[in-house]
């Protein structure tokens, strides 16, 4: 049986051509803009309160426009983006060792495996630079060095010091800059706050997004909410497989909901495997908890020379010690990107030379960063990321080196988006991890909080308005789209409720995840995929026939929250293996066995796979849309961080 099938080309028709340099510049010129006046009769949804959704409600509602914003936890300051910790890049050059907003531009391409455009990229990297003023006249606490500098270290497929930071916290601390910013517009009345609602249904009138569907996460009440345009800024969809770094309440429904009334879904199947988690410990965990990257600065990473080793790490010398990552990539050492940190991880695990239970984990070592900077700047810079591993693990990182493992944290595919952040539904916008435009193949490690910063203040608030700008649009409110939308979610709630059957929605969850990592996870293969689709498939019929969800819709009912959650899960785990089986080559964060040099490392085609593969809806055989990548300015080439 054909598992897809092969639809027309797309093309991004926003993007400029002419000099990369200016291409920015020159749309933000050629956009047609609204008149304050007319802005305060123009109303936009905003569904998701991170980085990407609170910076852009903020700076909408500061531009003048009518602003929704929507989020499913208590509180905006509650979105995952807080979780962040490691830091944000910017080609600021402070440390005077090269950067620029060239060399970040290339080190994006060149780090997602040359599966990114190139436009997007550069406005990017040129974005970058305003982010960070942005952020310190907010009030944002970066560290600085003696001389008041703000300060900058290392992060993974780089070879310069650009990524600004706040300790371990940086995440949180960003985001406290952009939920002050959208209380202002709250308390201004420019934003309506809609916290404890999500979405499940986006409504489309005459091709064009003008609303959603949202349920009451607290009483259960089912509304409809429309606008002129809608901006997801929903996050990703790592929790697919169960076990992942994201909070438990992250999702895939509000983009899926979209991809289902029409939004291309690109690249599902890049998934990023953070090489510097906190390894499993039992079946009891529902999720991972992720050690910064930025402890690769300073810590070392090893694991014995001989397999089945099981001395303590501190009874094995130097010389039966293997600092792999040094010795395979002597040019960036620990600091090779996650990709290949993770798959050099994995590697050496499979050999038997894994520590810890099980085998699957690895050491990250800091007695040499003791030894020669001493306890306390260790501490100054790291400090609360060892008190987080020393409270999960019981073990003292300044004693015993940490164990780390790959795991699930990002995904680079989402919703296909053009030059201007439009989905492939008119008037629907996508930002942040929710779209797939910027990381190509794999993200470089603290370019996630630039893109949703850069997407929310400065790249939609002046994208939108070329399309507002075709206002004043239709009153729908008697539209029979809007019924069928609500009729649509009242229908799925009480599928879910009427099935009554014996298994709980995490053992359905769980098994998922299983399926998910062993066959689409840091390693694929034909096979594997073939087998996986087959095992969604049954696994998804067994969910409608057997799920159990208890309690009512007209109540808080956090199982029927999550049922929902994973029916989705189902079908876009699917997407992703098909679209890991249709491409049959390595590429960053998806690495086809079949497809390796002879030393191991991931072999691209891109004769054949140099496009941007973007999935349109149809069941169980969705159509593939092309999106052929030129590179003009930084032309693919073998990866090497040796």
């Known amino acids: 049986m054909d598992l897809w099938q092969t639809g027309d080309p797309i093309r991004d028709q926003a993007a400029p051509d002419g000099p990369i ?43 003048g426009y009518r602003v929704r914003s929507y989020c499913y936890q208590d509180s905006p300051r509650r979105a ?54 942005q952020c310190v006249a907010q ?19 780089t070879q310069v010091s650009r990524t600004f930071y706040a300790r371990g916290q940086t ?30 249904e986006l409504i489309v009138v005459d091709g064009r997004a003008r609303g959603i569907v949202v349920r009451d996460l607290v009483t259960g009440e089912i509304t409809t909410d429309l606008a002129d345009a809608v901006v997801l800024a929903s996050g990703g969809y790592g929790n697919v497989f169960f076990l992942s770094t994201n909070a438990k309440g992250c999702n895939v429904t509000a983009t899926w909901r979209a991809h289902r009334k029409g939004a291309l879904f690109a690249n599902p199947c890049y998934t990023q495997i953070h090489p510097t988690c906190i390894p ?26 001989a397999a089945a080793d099981k001395r303590a790490p501190g009874d094995i010398p130097e010389d039966e010690r293997d600092y792999y990552l040094e010795r395979i990539y002597p040019s960036f050492g620990n600091l090779v990107p996650r990709d290949i940190a993770s798959r050099a991880a ?22 040499d960063a ?13 400090g609360n990321l060892f008190e987080m591993y020393q409270r999960i693990t019981g073990e003292d990182p300044y004693e015993v080196p940490m164990r780390i493992y790959p795991a699930v944290h990002y995904t680079m595919g989402g919703l296909w988006v053009d030059y201007d952040l439009q989905s492939t539904i008119p008037g629907l916008f996508v930002i942040g991890e929710a779209n797939f435009s910027d990381h190509g193949a794999n993200r470089l490690g603290a370019s996630a909080l630039m893109q949703g910063l850069a997407d929310g203040y400065f790249v939609l608030p002046n994208t939108i308005n070329n399309y507002l700008a075709g206002g004043p649009f239709p009153d729908i409110s008697d539209s029979p789209e809007v019924t069928a939308a ?30 998910m990592w062993e066959y689409c996870g840091m390693e694929r293969t034909e096979e594997g995929l073939t087998k996986a689709i087959g095992l969604i498939r049954g696994l998804r019929d067994e969910f409608w026939t057997r799920v159990k969800v208890p309690g009512t819709g007209e109540q808080l009912n956090q199982n029927l929250e999550k049922a929902g959650r994973v029916a989705d899960f189902f079908e876009l785990a699917e997407l992703m293996c098909i679209d890991a089986l249709h491409r049959n080559e390595s590429a960053g964060g998806h690495f086809r066995a079949e497809s390796q040099t002879s030393d191991g490392e991931a072999l691209r085609h891109d004769d054949e796979f140099s496009y941007v593969a973007a999935w349109e809806f149809g069941g169980d055989v969705p159509t593939l849309h092309k999106e052929d990548l030129n590179f003009e300015y930084v032309h693919p080439s073998t990866r090497s961080y040796k």
């Not at 306890?375 to 100054?380: K, L, N, Q, S, T």
């Open 370 to 382: 003791i030894e020669r900077l001493g306890r306390d700047a260790v501490e100054a810079k790291y």
């Open 280 to 305: 499993e410990s039992g079946t009891h965990q529902s999720k991972l908890t992720l050690m910064s990257e930025s402890l690769r600065n300073d810590g070392r990473v090893w694991v014995p020379l």
């Open 21 to 63: 340099e200016t291409r920015w510049e020159r749309r933000r010129f050629s956009a047609k803009l609204v008149n304050p006046a007319n802005r305060r009769k123009l109303s936009v949804i905003v569904v998701g309160t991170g980085l990407a959704g609170g910076s852009a409600a903020a700076t909408l509602a500061e531009a």
């Open 80 to 133: 995952h983006s807080i979780a962040a910790q490691g830091g944000i890049n910017a080609a600021k050059n402070y440390r005077n060792d090269g950067d620029s907003v060239y060399r970040l531009f290339y080190d994006t391409v060149k780090g997602g495996d040359f599966r990114a455009r190139e436009s997007n990229v550069y406005r990017l990297a040129e974005v970058s630079v305003n982010i960070i003023d």
């Open 139 to 157: 009030g944002v606490p970066f560290a600085r060095e003696y001389g008041g500098l703000l300060d900058n270290r290392s992060f993974g497929g």
């Open 486 to 515: 609500t009729e649509a979610v009242q229908d799925r709630v009480a599928k879910l409720l009427k099935v009554d059957g014996d298994r709980t929605v995490d053992s359905f969850h769980r098994e998922l995840g299983h399926i």
């Open 346 to 367: 994995k590697n050496v695990c499979d050999e038997g030379r894994g520590v810890g239970p099980g085998g699957l984990g690895v050491y990250l070592d800091f007695a």
């Open 171 to 200: 995440g949180q601390q960003l985001l406290l800059g952009a939920y002050q910013a959208m209380e202002r517009q709250i308390a201004a009345g420019n934003i309506e706050m809609h916290s404890r609602h999500e979405m499940l």
